[in-house]
Each structure stands twice: as C-alpha cells, then as structure tokens.
C-alpha cells in the first residue's frame, strides 16, 4: 500500500512527494524502497503489487525499476486502505484464488529484519491452514493515538504458536485519554498496519463487513487486465466508500488473530515517532540542519534543510521544520493536528 500522502510529516511529505517515497532517515534508500527490500528475501519478485495514486506511478518506477509496470495498480482517487486492499484481492484472485497475502505499509522502519521475516514466515503458516486475519502486534511505549490498539484475549497462546494470540477488541486510532488507559492496563498492543491473510479469508471478510465495496471490486474481475479496466476504476472509485482496513473490517470482524513481536518496528508516521527514534543531545533536542543555534531549547524536533540560519531561544517540546515554501512550529503534543492543517492549507489553495 503506496497511495496515502503521509500528512503528519508535512510539510516535509507532501501530497506531490509523500513520505513513503522519502529518505527521511538518510539510508540511501527510501521507505518503499526498504519495504521492497526486505520483503525480496521471502517473496518473488512477480509476487509483488504496489498499490498506489495514478499519481505517483513516475516515482515508482522510479524507485524500484525492478517491477513491471503490471504490476503497479494505479488508484484515480485516493479511499483510504480498504479499497486499495478490495482491488489489489481482486486483481489477485484471477492470478491465484488461494493465493496468501502479506498487506503491508510501505513507510515502516524496521530494525531486526531476520526476526521480522521470521514472524513474517510463521505467519504465513498460521493462515494457510486457518481462516483468520493476523495482523503483527507490537509492544506499546507511549499513548499515541495514531495508531490501532488490540487487545488479547487471553495470555494463553494459540496452538503451538508461543507469540499469536486471538484478538479480543480491535480499536483504530483511540482519543488520548482512552490510549491512556489501554497504556495502563497493559493489556494492549499496537497494531503494526502489517497483515497476513489467504485471499479466501480477506474476500469473506469484506462480504461480511464491507460488502459494498467487494460488490463494487469483483463487478470488474472480468475487466482486469484488458483495457476498459481504466474506465472501469475511475467510475468504481468515485462511487467508492473512503474506509480504512482498520475500521471497515479489523475492528469488526471476530476472526482477527494477532502476532506479537518484537523487531524494532517504528511506523515514523509523524514527527514525534521519528524523535522518539531518533538520537538526542543532552537538552532531549532532534536536530537535522547545518545553521542552527539553540538556547535553552529542551526536547525539540527541528529539522531545517535549508541553509538559513536558524535561532531557537527557551523553546520545549516543540516540532519546528521548514521545506521550501513552509515554515512549521507546533507543540510536539498536537502533532496529530497537522493533518487538519494540511486539510486547510489544501482548502485555501
Ligand atoms: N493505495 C493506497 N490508497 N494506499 C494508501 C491509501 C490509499 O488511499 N491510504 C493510505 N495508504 C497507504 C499508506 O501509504 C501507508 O503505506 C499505508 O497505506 C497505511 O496508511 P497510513 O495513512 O499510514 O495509516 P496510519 O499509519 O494512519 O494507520 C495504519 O497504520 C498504523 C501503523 O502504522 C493503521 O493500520 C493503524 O491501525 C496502525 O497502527
Ligand atoms: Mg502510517
């Protein structure tokens, strides 16, 4: 999945240049390029699909000329994952009806790749013999909200499986105050936004959950491939319902399995997750710049690619980033907000 515009690291990720095709880390490689590298060691090339804007089809060439132009499916409008995930099934399903699929975010930081493709690789197993939605669940360390939160059903793994467990409740993107309280009972994990299931068991789910859109996705199975596929698209996604996975179906459905791991897994989704990544000086401050002069600044992000001079004085817990035509200074603490700001900048356009 290749199609969202990565708002909250705005205005460094724009909707013309989102952060999945950024280097933010500075690796020499940029996040979908690592998402592509890392699954190349347990998937075939072929094996591979990019969903992703019409938009950005130049950039994924680009980035990974290694895919064929077949398989880059290309979105007229952007509706969130759960159309992305209905197409690409759909798509899938006239290639290998049994097929099992990894879904994955293509903005992820991952650090131990060999015991992430390890749980990749249990996974899979899990769901070929099961009817069952996993999802990798990550250790929780601090309230965010941007994220998914599911809760176990019991300590007691599932079979012979020490880490997978049956999910209990399942809910996307909690206010404050409720992943405060799914931090303190430490029955919680994050949701990774990385999923396992066998084709089967995803177009049963969206049947059940979201039938609108899989009724929408399976009137085209005859057009992919062959060229009314294009008008076919444009017509579907603008009758489209604009859902997330999460939301359509995850949190809904009672066949939801969850696998919790640890492999230094980071969704940098926003400014605040790159800081808690990210390596601090001795004032708790993230600085990426060559020009800057702090004073009394305490647990700041600044991250400023130009060359202009910059003076912060007895600034604390603040995100300050600059891109060409924009200046940004938010309190860490309402970085969620930013998505609303690039909202309104869009509108006032
Ligand atoms: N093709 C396509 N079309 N891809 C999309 C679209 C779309 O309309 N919208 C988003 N994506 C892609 C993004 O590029 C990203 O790779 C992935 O789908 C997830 O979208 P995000 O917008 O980054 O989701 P999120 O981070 O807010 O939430 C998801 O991931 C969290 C962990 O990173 C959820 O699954 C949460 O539950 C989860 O905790
Ligand atoms: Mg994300």
């Known amino acids: 999945m290749a199609g969202g515009i990565g708002s909250r690291f705005w205005p460094l990720s724009k909707s013309n240049m989102p952060k999945q095709f950024l280097d933010i880390l500075g690796t020499g490689r940029t996040f979908i390029q690592q998402t592509y590298d890392r699954f190349t060691k347990i998937c075939p090339n072929d094996n591979f699909f990019i969903v ?10 680009e980035q990974l000329p290694e895919l064929k132009e077949s398989q880059i499916l290309l979105e007229p ?118 999923f396992i299931w066998s084709l089967p068991s995803i177009l049963k789910a969206f049947n059940t959950h979201l039938s609108s859109i899989s009724e929408l996705f399976e ?70 710049g060559k020009n800057v002069m702090l004073y009394g600044a305490k647990d700041c992000i600044v991250n400023m690619p130009n060359e202009k001079l910059v003076v912060l004085h007895g600034l604390e817990g603040y995100i300050v980033v600059e891109s060409e035509e924009t200046l940004l200074v938010c309190r860490k603490e309402d970085e969620q907000q930013i998505r609303q700001f690039v909202n309104d900048v869009r509108m006032n356009k």
């Open 52 to 61: 992703t804007s019409v938009d950005y089809k130049e950039l994924v060439m």
């Open 77 to 194: 409008l952007r509706r969130s994952t759960a159309p992305c995930i209905a197409y690409a099934s759909y798509k899938i399903q006239k290639i290998n009806p049994k097929a099992n699929i990894i879904v994955s975010s293509s903005d992820h930081f991952i650090q131990q790749e060999d015991a992430f493709l390890e749980e990749i690789r249990k996974g899979i197993e899990f769901v070929s013999k099961n009817d069952a939605l996993l999802t990798l669940g990550i250790q929780p360390n601090r309230p965010e909200t941007g994220y998914g939160y599911i809760q176990i059903e019991s300590n007691r793994a599932i079979e012979s499986v020490a880490n997978l467990h049956k999910v209990k409740t399942f809910t996307e993107k909690p206010d404050i105050e409720l992943a405060k309280i799914f931090i303190e009972s430490g029955e919680f994990f994050w949701n990774s936004g990385i």
């Open 219 to 288: 009137r085209g199975s005859r057009l992919y491939g062959t060229s009314d596929e294009i008008p076919f698209l444009n017509k579907t996604y603008s009758e489209c319902q604009n859902i997330s996975i999460d939301y359509g179906i995850m949190e809904k459905a009672t066949n939801v399995y969850v696998l919790c791991s640890d492999f230094g897994w980071s969704d940098l989704g926003t400014w605040g997750s790159l800081y808690e990544n990210s390596i601090k000086d001795n004032q708790g401050n993230v600085v990426t």
